[in-house]
């Protein structure tokens, strides 16, 4: 167990639906950032938050938002989903500066039939 | 857009080899860091080097960083089944999430 929670671990929904994919982040680490795993690109960073607040923003889609709650868990919304959004979606926290890296949960499996 | 681009992009060597995996990357850094990732797992933090660190250990793994070639190298000695994964280069420019590389899969077979 990294630390790191993330649920649901496995999710299958429509094309044209919204889901919401939750992150808890180690204890203590203030900034949490989402990714995307996908076959033929690799891990894309989509976005970041900082106690609350947006730090950084990455390849992420107007369809997608995120946000980080006071108590520092943070949720990613993906709507109007395409068959193209399939992929591991992974979130990862890390204290203030990154010199002992980042700390990944263990995805959620996004599939879009 | 990816910084770091490993190599080879698949490896495949028998148990008690050693491998060697390569990253570049474009941009001046900060620090350079490892991950591996299990078969549809999360990664997990392997080594930082820091940009004016030259060589790094930690257990069978010996990472090197050449800044005026933006390249770095793993090194994975007397490899175990265990270690088959992706491995992932990750380059930290300050102040911006890091970046990843596409990664090179390493399948040590028994």
């Known amino acids: 167990d990294s630390g790191v929670t993330q649920t649901p671990k496995h999710l299958i929904t429509a094309t044209g639906q919204r889901v919401t994919l939750r992150c808890s982040p180690r204890?203590?680490?203030?900034?949490v950032y989402w990714y995307q795993q996908s076959l033929d690109q690799g891990l894309q960073f989509l976005i970041q938050?900082?106690?609350?607040?947006?730090?950084a923003k990455g390849n992420i889609l107007e369809r997608f938002s995120a946000q980080q709650f006071p108590d520092l868990h943070s949720e990613l919304n993906l709507s109007s989903l395409e068959l193209g959004d399939s992929a591991l979606y992974f979130c990862?926290?890390?204290?203030?500066?990154?010199?002992?890296?980042?700390?990944f949960g263990s995805g959620t499996r996004l599939t879009v039939v | 857009s990816q910084q770091g681009e490993e190599d080879p992009q698949a490896l495949s060597i028998q148990e008690g080899e050693n491998a060697t995996m390569n990253c570049s990357y474009k941009?001046?850094?900060?620090?350079l860091q490892w991950y591996r990732q299990n078969s549809g797992r999360g990664l997990v933090h392997l080594i930082l080097?820091?940009?004016?660190?030259r060589e790094k250990h930690s257990g069978r793994l010996r990472v090197t960083l050449d800044t005026s070639k933006k390249s770095s190298s793993l090194l994975i000695t007397a490899s175990r089944a265990a270690d088959t994964a992706s491995y992932f280069c990750?380059?930290?420019?300050?102040?911006?999430?890091?970046?990843f590389g596409k990664g090179t899969r390493l399948s040590v077979i028994a």
């Open positions: 941009t001046s850094i900060n620090n």
């Open positions: 204890s203590g680490d203030l900034s």
């Open positions: 938050y900082y106690n609350g607040e947006e730090r």
């Open positions: 080097i820091r940009s004016n660190e």
């Open positions: 990862a926290s890390s204290p203030v500066g990154v010199w002992n890296g980042y700390t």
């Open positions: 990750a380059t930290d420019e300050g102040n911006t999430p890091l970046v």
